[in-house]
């Protein structure tokens, strides 16, 4: 067995922890006082927001509860929505099946095993339909987790949805993630690459933010999961850095693509993790607000507050749970949910415990909601904007790591920003550096997990529920999408995906976005759709 | 005469990417003096077939999350025998439920590190399976 180092009961000297620095390896100080911070703080809601967006926060709203759900076919996951939003769920969060996001439909082979495992298996217009049956979109928001091209598409059977309900799209309230470098993992380079030319991706991307501002003005049009970055190993600083210098890269692109800041910048959000260092993970957020705000004003040039607001919505980290005695991990997500709050974020997902196993169960996914509902209702935290704010320590490390922030942002801005660190292999060596990292110090147990690296109990089996897909669900989902596409008018899908694919062999700088959704109305699936413009570019995908 | 450097290939299967496992335990494999034959990700069963063919790899690694592990075992333990690969070692890796453990070792996998196994334990057992010892690895 590993020689782990145990804490030594020593009673003469008492329990002592291996080392003081944070997560990051800021060294804690043993004591903050008026010698460490003694400055001015604005009020909440005032520029630069360091003490939260709203004046009131939660006092005005509670956060968003908002759970990334869906498995198995549309008709179940409209199930489990229902479940979700009777035991208080506030907003839905829809993850697809691994094929939804990449752009495949369930009988394309590689996908056929994947199919419904992670997410909801979506591919047609009918889906859309039957994962939001009941809901209405105009109370409830949604936020659709995909990349381009397959937001377009899902943007696009949204809408068709929308108009079946009789909802203008004007009234659409949510978010398409739509950034095509953070949605599935990492940024990890072979992940995010495969299956789309990704400088197309980010093309088709920027033209559905266009196409959104004017037609839907509550819908928010860009996400950027920080959450995925953080979760692949690397620390706050680097989370922070990496994922504000891409909001920034996109910011960018869209002013140099003549759009007013002030038209777009408050319709893009951000999706970070929450991780076990509490004070670290307060500050974390207390100083990306500060960057995110002071980048939109001083850079770019907004002048509307809400331009300058960083939103966010937040999962507690996946990566702190532990297989090993899984209710442990009900602790570690009641803490993060608690830090999430203290640090005034704008919705929350709080991971279940039993996710180190399988996805959750209707069971661990209501415990999730309560959770989240004691701290709202029982903890009393929910009553003051900013209760930490002023703290001396909360206020030094909020500094500290704006600036250690701030500083890696200007190195990834000096080597062309954040897009082009993840083309010429820049992110991917960073990650690669962390993971292992953070490998080295779970097996020192430099970074103590209980019950893991730490107080580990060799005899104790965990016991707890799997989650079980229908046996059949996804041989129900192939044919499912075999026949969808056999009984349909072949004659405007050939043409729509015809018309679609020129318009990329030919005229690719001009939008793409009208001619995929006319291949959407036409009844073409996902895949189709992705396929016209892989043929287009000669874009082979991994078989 | 000292043995060929043992040849193992690291791979996930199918359309999930999550990585980090896959990327961490090919290091510790390759630290230690394995020829580790990064697959990445997004490979069929086909393929990690042909890889093995051509590569005369010993042992094949494969790592999971999201519950497609007893699918991609099952298909390629039975493409190895079907084509007189029956003694490449076969391990697997990840977020695989208890009683999905036992059913991959039923099947013929020689080995399965679900989440918390140690670097030590991993390679152990790995080193045990493929009959080198430890010490012959590490000395490379």
Redesign the interface.
């Known amino acids: 067995?590993?020689e782990i180092p145990k804490i030594e009961f020593n009673h003469s000297e008492g329990e002592q922890l291996p080392h003081f620095h944070s997560i990051s390896g800021i060294e804690y100080k043993r004591i903050y006082s008026r010698e460490d911070w003694d400055k001015q703080l604005p009020d909440a809601g005032e520029y630069p927001f360091t003490r939260g967006i709203h004046k009131d926060m939660y006092r005005g709203r509670l956060w968003t509860r908002r759970q990334q759900s869906g498995f198995g076919s549309p008709e179940e996951s409209n199930e489990l929505l229902k479940f979700l939003l009777k035991v208080g769920q506030t907003g839905i969060n829809i993850d697809s099946?691994?094929?939804g996001k990449?752009g495949?439909d369930p009988d394309y082979?590689?996908?056929q095993?994947?199919v419904g495992?992670?997410g909801t298996s979506m591919c047609t217009n009918e889906d859309m339909a039957v994962l939001f049956r009941d809901i209405p979109l105009d109370r409830i928001s949604s936020t659709l987790i995909f990349p381009p091209p397959s937001s377009v598409v899902m943007m696009g059977q949204y809408f068709l949805t929308a108009k079946a309900q009789g909802i203008p799209l004007e009234d659409l309230i949510g978010t398409m993630m739509n950034c095509p470098f953070t949605q599935?993992?990492g940024p990890?380079f072979?992940?995010n690459t495969?299956?789309f030319p990704i400088d197309l991706a980010l093309k088709i991307g920027l033209d559905l933010i266009e196409y959104l501002i004017p037609v839907t003005p509550k819908w928010n049009v860009l996400n950027v999961n920080s959450r995925n970055i953080r979760?692949?190993?690397v620390d706050a600083i680097q989370e922070a850095a990496f994922s504000l210098a891409l909001g920034a890269d996109y910011v960018d692109r869209l002013c140099k693509r003549g759009l007013p800041v002030d038209s777009f910048a408050r319709r893009i959000g951000f999706f970070s993790a929450v991780h076990l260092d509490l004070f670290e993970e307060v500050a974390k957020f207390r100083a990306m607000r500060r960057i995110w705000a002071r980048l939109l004003k001083e850079r770019f040039g907004a002048q509307d507050d809400k331009s300058m607001w960083f939103r966010c919505a937040v999962q507690t980290s996946s990566l702190t749970l532990?297989?090993?005695e899984p209710m442990n991990n009900i602790v570690r997500a009641a803490i993060q949910t608690l830090t999430a709050i203290l640090s005034g974020v704008q919705s929350v997902h709080t991971t279940s415990y039993d996710e180190?196993?399988?996805?959750p169960t209707e069971a661990t996914q209501k415990l999730a909601i309560r959770t989240q509902q004691i701290i709202a209702y029982e903890t009393g935290v929910t009553k003051i904007a900013d209760p930490l704010g002023g703290a001396y320590l909360v206020e030094t490390m909020t500094d500290e790591l704006e600036e250690r922030i701030w500083e890696m942002m200007k190195d990834i801005e000096k080597r062309g920003g954040f897009i082009e660190c993840f083309k010429a292999g820049w992110v991917e060596n960073e990650l690669?550096k962390a993971?292992?990292k953070l490998?080295e110090q779970m097996?020192s147990a430099e970074l103590p997990i209980v019950g893991?690296n730490f107080f580990k109990d060799d005899g104790a089996?965990?016991e707890i529920d799997?989650f079980k897909?229908a046996p059949d669900m996804q041989a129900r989902r192939i044919e499912y999408t075999i026949n969808y596409k056999k009984n349909r008018d072949q004659k405007p899908v050939s043409r729509a995906l015809k018309n679609l694919c020129d318009r990329v062999k030919n005229h690719a700088d001009k939008d793409l976005v009208a001619p995929m959704l006319e291949a959407v109305e036409a009844r073409a699936t996902l895949q189709e759709v992705c396929d016209a413009m892989r043929e287009a570019t000669d874009f082979s995908i991994?078989? | 005469m000292p043995k060929r450097q043992q040849r193992i290939i690291m791979a996930k299967?199918?359309?999930?990417?999550?990585?980090?496992g896959l990327?961490?335990v090919s290091?510790?494999l390759a630290d230690s003096g394995y020829e580790v034959i990064y697959a990445?990700?997004?490979?069929?069963a086909e393929?990690i077939l042909q890889m093995t063919i051509e590569e005369g790899a010993d042992a094949i690694g494969l790592s999971f999350l999201?519950?497609?592990h007893l699918?991609?075992t099952g298909k390629l333990l039975e493409m190895l025998r079907t084509h007189d690969l029956g003694h490449v070692k076969f391990f697997a890796g990840g977020?695989i439920?208890?009683?999905d453990v036992v059913a991959l070792k039923d099947m013929g996998v020689d080995a399965v590190f679900?989440?918390?196994a140690?670097?030590?334990?991993i390679l152990s057992v790995i080193g045990k399976c493929l009959g080198v010892s430890e010490d012959s690895v590490h000395e490379k």
């Open positions: 067995m590993a099946d691994i094929a990449l495949l082979p590689l996908a095993a994947d495992l992670q599935l993992v990890t072979q992940a495969a299956f979760e692949s190993g532990t297989a090993q180190a196993y399988c996805l690669n993971r292992y490998a097996e893991m089996a965990a799997i897909q991994p078989r | 299967m199918g359309l999930d990417s999550h990585d980090n990327r961490i290091k510790w990445g990700v997004y490979n069929s393929r999201g519950g497609e699918h991609y977020i439920p208890p009683a679900t989440p918390g140690q670097r030590r334990e």
